[in-house]
């Protein structure tokens, strides 16, 4: 029971609350507000499709974590779930990867920070408020778990409230012409600028490696859920309702962006969210939006730093990583685990000091890599949970991933083929570089361990 009691200690403080927006905090990011664009350019409107596709797969994923979360509410989640159902190296390298992945995606939040602040203060450089960024969120996740939550909270709310509030003003200026002097602007940019596909079926194949990307951060759910209060009601609660919310949020903002503006002119110039408001001429919500966008980045910073600290700690719970990360704080926090991968982030301050330009689709495609690689272990190791119960005790789930295995075997084919478009996106293909140099130097590491065991 020891490692249960200590984890325990890291989260008394989050509520359900803080459960709920946690998850949806994770994982509408930057990639809804700034990596959107790239998308968009691929697919045209019919981006909203590969949202719906990319959606019903984070789904089964989803309930393929939740059926063994509720069934074994353990902490470490997935991580937990690779080491005991797959094997010992496949909890390390989930766990490690995990971590990596939540290294790489504070690196791309930190490097739009200073792209939005830069969208009032031009002249400050970006690695200085990247810097200065870095030092608040930790210091933030230093406090205690109650100040992450409250903090995590009220941002990820200030998001969820501006995305509602953009669906609502952009539906007024469609169909009631509010803001563009009562003139509807009308339905009809989703299908005059080269149809509703103008990239036909390649355009939405390769959006999907973004989709992919955005939708990154939502098994967060399994990593707070897994010390929940009552995990047979909140788990199955979080994981059915944080997905209809991210896809409502994603495919009606998306959609509303496309319908007002023509697809093909959602630049790359800042958030294409900015420039309706500035098309539309609402005084003064350019700056609202960005300051909204900017709190998103934010709050899935401090999302991860949260995450990673907290992967680190259960690493060494597990004997998958240095004893000296399972350290907690008088007040719960594994501050050790935190303040490394702060250190490390660092580099993503250097980075933005050299080539500023190039960091956001450099850093998303190395995330890509890492976030499917979750995925792929909650899936595999949800096939080898069903394979090792009875019948009757497979009866006897509380959550069951519907249409099993056809659903777990669906989604992994869709990661493969992830896998495959990233090679013929230019940007992308130093993820399909980078991943097996991290997978061997994981592989050195793990018999280095388990050898010194």
Do not use: C
């Not at 596709?53 to 937990?80: H, Q």
């Amino acid at each position: 029971m020891g490692n249960n009691h200590q984890s325990e200690k890291l989260q008394r403080g989050l509520d359900n609350r803080h459960i709920q927006l946690i998850a949806l905090g994770g994982a509408i990011g930057v990639g809804l507000f700034y990596g959107s664009s790239a998308a968009i350019q691929m697919a045209g409107p019919a981006i909203m499709v590969s949202y719906l596709i990319g959606g019903l797969v984070i789904f089964i994923i989803m309930r393929a974590l939740g059926e063994m979360a509720v069934d074994l509410p353990v902490s470490g989640s997935f991580s937990s779930y690779a080491n005991r159902y797959i094997g010992p190296f496949a909890g390390y390298l989930s766990g490690w990867t995990y971590w990596f992945m939540w290294l790489v995606a504070g690196m791309a939040e930190i490097t739009v920070v200073g792209v939005y602040v830069n969208y009032w203060f031009p002249d400050i450089p970006q690695w200085l408020t990247a810097l200065a960024v870095l030092v608040v969120i930790t210091m933030v996740n230093l406090a205690n778990v109650k100040a992450f939550g409250e903090f995590e909270f009220w941002f990820a709310l200030i998001k969820v409230v501006a995305i509602i509030g953009m669906i609502l003003v952009g539906v007024g200026i469609i169909f009631f012409g509010i803001g563009n002097g009562g003139q509807p602007v009308g339905l009809a940019h989703l299908w005059t600028h080269g149809g509703f596909m103008p990239n036909g079926v390649k355009g939405i194949l390769m959006s999907l490696v973004f989709v992919t990307f955005s939708f990154g951060g939502v098994e967060l759910v399994g990593i707070t859920a897994g010390e929940a209060k009552n995990p047979q009601k909140s788990i199955p609660s979080a994981i059915n309702s944080v997905v209809w919310r991210i896809l409502i949020f994603y495919v009606g903002a998306l959609g509303i962006m496309m319908t007002l503006y023509p697809w093909n002119e959602v630049g790359t110039k800042g958030s294409p969210f900015v420039l309706i408001f500035d098309k539309v001429g609402i005084p003064g919500a350019a700056h609202i939006i960005n300051f909204v966008v900017l709190t998103a980045a934010l709050s899935a910073f401090n999302s991860g730093l949260f995450s990673s600290g907290r992967m680190l700690h259960n690493l060494s719970l597990q004997n998958n990583g240095p004893k000296y990360f399972g350290k907690l704080t008088k007040n719960g926090s594994p501050v050790r685990g935190i303040l490394f991968t702060s250190s490390l982030l660092l580099l993503a301050v250097l980075l933005n000091y050299i080539v500023p330009e190039k960091v956001f689709m450099y850093i998303s495609s190395v995330a890509t890599v890492a976030v499917i690689t979750s995925w792929a272990v909650i899936l595999i190791a949800q096939l080898k949970f069903r394979q090792s119960k009875t019948k009757k005790e497979i009866e006897k789930l509380a959550f069951k991933l519907p249409l099993y295995p056809i659903s777990s075997y669906l989604a992994l084919t869709f990661l493969a083929l992830v896998i495959i478009l990233m090679a013929f996106i230019e940007e992308m293909r130093i993820a399909l570089v980078v991943a097996p140099i991290w997978f061997t130097i994981l592989y050195f590491g793990y018999k280095m361990i388990k050898k010194f065991d």
